[in-house]
């Protein structure tokens, strides 16, 4: 259903990590054009803070979109994000806080045809998250045979300011497939052109069935996003 052509290089240390990427995606048939990425720098660390078990982590990243279809604006994107996480757990809970702030400029070109585009555009967003939940199980008899069941209810709030991001091409991003496991994320997109506000709270409780080797015989989940 399509072709997908990268070349990638790639450091990893203790504390930080480096790549280069050059990328070229086509969808075969009917469909948009898509960007190639010539190329993509990204940069991260990450370090241990000496107290609530806290992490600091940093990420940037400097990408070409080009395209070989004239109609279609092009774009470098340069993106930094800073944060700190806390995160706590035992086999029976668990609670993780994050702060973080983005940032990403982008200069935009051959925007002719797209009047709502700007040439120059910078953007500011922090997020605020915290996502708990229970392990609970206990041990039951079905036809006969022992197995156990477990019950995970967990609850996250996450806030994102909103921000008017129409002026901004859609190069990389797509929304997500919403799912269960969509209830807990942290955005509603892939790729950075679009940051969904969000002042929300979810949750969500799932009960599984496990047999005597822990294999898993059955799931039920439910869950609910609160739009505040």
Same mark, same amino acid.
């Given at each position: 259903?399509?072709?997908?052509?990268?070349?990638?290089? &790639? =450091?990893?240390?203790?504390?930080?990590?480096?790549?280069?990427?050059?990328?070229?995606?086509?969808?075969?048939?009917?469909?948009?054009?898509?960007?190639?990425?010539?190329?993509?720098?990204?940069?991260?660390?990450?370090?241990?803070?000496?107290?609530?078990?806290?992490?600091?982590?940093?990420?940037?990243?400097?990408?070409?979109?080009?395209?070989?279809?004239?109609?279609?604006?092009? &774009?470098?994107? =340069?993106?930094?994000?800073?944060? &700190?996480?806390?995160?706590?757990?035992?086999?029976?809970?668990?609670?993780?806080?994050?702060?973080?702030?983005? @940032?990403?400029?982008? #200069?935009?070109? #051959?925007?002719?045809?797209?009047? @709502?585009?700007?040439?120059?555009?910078?953007?500011?967003?922090?997020?605020?998250?915290?996502?708990?939940?229970?392990?609970?199980?206990?041990?039951? !008899?079905?036809?006969?045979?022992?197995?156990?069941?477990?019950?995970?209810? @967990?609850?996250?709030?996450? =806030?994102?300011?909103?921000?008017?991001? !129409?002026?901004?091409?859609?190069?990389?991003?797509?929304?997500?497939?919403?799912?269960?496991?969509?209830?807990?994320?942290?955005?509603?997109?892939?790729?950075?052109?679009?940051?969904? &506000?969000?002042?929300?709270?979810?949750?969500?409780?799932?009960?599984?069935?496990?047999?005597?080797?822990?294999?898993?015989?059955?799931?039920?989940?439910?869950?609910?996003?609160?739009?505040?």
């Amino acid at each position: 259903a399509y072709l997908y052509q990268i070349a990638e290089l &790639a =450091y990893f240390s203790d504390n930080w990590q480096a790549k280069l990427l050059f990328n070229d995606f086509e969808v075969l048939g009917d469909h948009k054009t898509s960007y190639k990425t010539l190329p993509q720098i990204e940069l991260s660390s990450f370090k241990a803070l000496p107290f609530l078990n806290a992490q600091f982590d940093m990420y940037s990243e400097l990408t070409r979109f080009s395209s070989d279809d004239l109609s279609l604006p092009e &774009a470098d994107r =340069y993106h930094i994000e800073a944060g &700190a996480t806390f995160p706590f757990s035992s086999p029976a809970w668990f609670l993780n806080s994050e702060f973080r702030l983005m @940032q990403t400029h982008y #200069r935009q070109s #051959r925007i002719d045809n797209h009047p @709502q585009f700007e040439k120059n555009v910078s953007r500011t967003l922090p997020k605020v998250r915290f996502h708990g939940g229970l392990n609970l199980d206990r041990q039951i !008899s079905l036809f006969g045979n022992a197995f156990t069941q477990s019950l995970e209810p @967990q609850i996250q709030y996450l =806030y994102v300011p909103e921000a008017d991001q !129409s002026n901004i091409g859609m190069y990389d991003t797509t929304q997500l497939q919403d799912d269960y496991y969509g209830l807990f994320r942290d955005t509603r997109y892939s790729g950075l052109d679009r940051i969904a &506000a969000a002042n929300q709270i979810s949750w969500g409780l799932t009960t599984r069935v496990l047999d005597d080797s822990n294999s898993e015989r059955a799931r039920f989940s439910f869950g609910q996003i609160s739009y505040l």
